[in-house]
């Protein structure tokens, strides 16, 4: 590298920053909102850079050249390349192998998973494909960022190529237990493709921990389980926890906003009823919506008291529409609506409110302003960051969030009320006392949990990034982070 050129970051990411879409006048970036986009853009925009990512659309043939665009348009700032798809790799890479093996797979269910070799191999082909547009961007001395279970191959076909890359990658779902990560009969390359990186970060230290097992039982690599380390063809590989965060302070500035409060006071008196109770996720069947639903049937069966003074609130993001499972989640959902919309509603009263559709920042803002309580409850969930934007957002200190305990975020928001989304009754019952919850114990819970979301939000997991990443190979003594305090 020469001494003009100063080091950069490549970010990779199966989607990244922008969508492109084509209009009549041409492909159009259009931003997309994510987790990782929230976290990683603003910086991108002021220190500059490369997001390598799919794009969203389809390709029309395999050797179909990706767009280059300096972005934002209005006023550049770094560089989007796209990473071309087919057709056919989109259904046999995306909706094939990591969202019917390894998707299910990451969060034990196992019934749900489908291993094709055909899938697989799609999927090796294009993680390689990843790996090429990355060559093209990568000079030595820059960091490469590679991301979440779609790309696993990607470390090892840097290194192999380019060794002298820093690397890397942030595994963002959870991460299974060795036994059953091998019921996959490619879980040794996988392995292998993650160990390519120099640092290999994930949301909690038991994710951390099964990573780490599954090196020494399915490759027979060196693990030090104390410093959370592995010893992979001549190299040290740092294995560490670092919860994503939020962007505390951008939540809290956009709830306190005129506009965003009148629209949750419009909310409250559409719906029109003394509590409201909200739920915000994609539609999947890891986010435990049917038995959220079920639970919010038998508390009104339970406790009548709250019929005609109780609502809840479902928004369901589209997700994965072309997958056969998830739209017949869709139909499930919406009948289960349904039912219980026939059984309960009385007069304009409905005790459930359904929306399949995303929401921008500010129209969420309002509805976390809106709720008097917030159903996060997956059957499993990496980490899970609308509950702590909802956190954020209650700038008015109330407000009870509800969490299952085999969410990620679980580990560190201490003041949630936890429950068990396989448990219906039990789940209806702590319903029935987070709706009765009294404002005292609401700010005493509300306080730990904004301590929490505000230590460690996205700029402090964006630092643990840079700080690890600084240190110079062979050098680190502890890269495991400090997220357990």
């Known amino acids: 590298m020469s001494k003009k050129q100063a080091a950069k970051i490549v970010m990779v990411s199966n989607r990244g920053s922008y969508n492109l879409q084509a209009t009549p006048e041409g492909i159009k970036p259009v931003p997309a909102i994510s987790g990782l986009v929230s976290a990683v853009e603003p910086f991108l925009r002021k220190k500059g850079g490369v997001w390598v990512a799919w794009g969203g659309r389809e390709a029309p043939q395999e050797n179909s050249q990706g767009l280059r665009l300096a972005v934002p348009i209005e006023n550049a700032a770094y560089t989007f390349h796209e990473v071309p798809l087919t057709a056919g790799e989109i259904k046999l890479y995306y909706h094939g192998f990591t969202n019917s093996a ?29 790996a090429g547009a990355v060559f093209e961007e ?75 097992q599954a090196a020494a039982q399915l490759l027979g690599a060196r ?26 302070r951008a939540f809290q500035r956009q709830a306190v906003e005129p506009s965003t409060r009148a629209r949750a006071e419009e909310l409250r008196e559409q719906i029109g009823v003394e509590r409201l109770a909200l739920s915000v996720e994609r539609l999947d069947y890891t986010k435990g919506i049917l038995e959220r639903l079920l639970a919010w049937e038998r508390l009104l069966e339970e406790a009548p008291e709250w019929r005609g003074r109780a609502a809840l609130v479902q928004i369901a993001v589209p997700s994965r529409t072309a997958v056969p499972a998830y739209r017949r ?60 934007e909802y956190v954020a957002s209650r700038c008015d200190n109330t407000g009870v969030l509800v969490l299952s305990r085999f969410a990620g975020a679980a580990q560190e928001l201490k003041g949630a009320v936890l429950v068990n989304p396989y448990d219906i009754d039990g789940m209806a019952m702590i319903f029935n006392t987070a709706l009765g919850m009294g404002r005292a114990e609401q700010e005493k819970r509300l306080r730990l949990l904004q301590e929490r979301v505000r230590r460690h939000d996205v700029h402090w997991w964006m630092n643990c990034f840079h700080q690890t990443m600084a240190l110079k190979k062979g050098e680190a003594d502890d890269v495991s982070g400090s997220a357990s305090s």
């Open 329 to 388: 989640l869709k139909e499930e959902v919406e009948a289960a609506v349904g039912r219980i919309n026939g059984r309960f509603s009385d007069g304009s009263y409905r005790p459930v409110h359904y929306f399949w559709r995303g929401l921008p920042r500010q129209e969420l803002v309002a509805y976390y302003l809106a709720a008097d309580v917030m159903m996060v409850t997956p059957l499993r969930d990496g980490l899970n960051l609308v509950a702590k």
């Open 138 to 212: 990568a000079a030595e001395g820059d960091i490469i960022w590679v991301n979440d279970y779609h790309l696993a191959l990607v470390p090892a076909h840097l290194r192999h190529r380019q060794p002298q890359l820093k690397q890397f990658f942030f595994w963002h779902i959870p991460f299974p237990h060795h036994d059953l990560l091998a019921t996959l009969p490619w879980a040794p390359h996988i392995l292998r493709g993650l160990l390519g990186t120099d640092v290999l970060g994930f949301h909690l230290q038991a994710y951390v921990d099964n990573f780490l």
């Open 102 to 130: 390894l998707w299910p797979l990451c969060h034990y269910f196992l019934d749900r998973c489908h291993y094709d070799a055909r899938e697989w191999s799609t999927y090796a082909r294009v993680n390689a494909k990843f």
């Open 223 to 248: 693990v030090d389980f104390e410093e959370n380390i592995v010893y992979w063809e001549q190299r040290r590989i740092h294995v560490g926890a670092w919860p994503m965060g939020i962007d505390y």
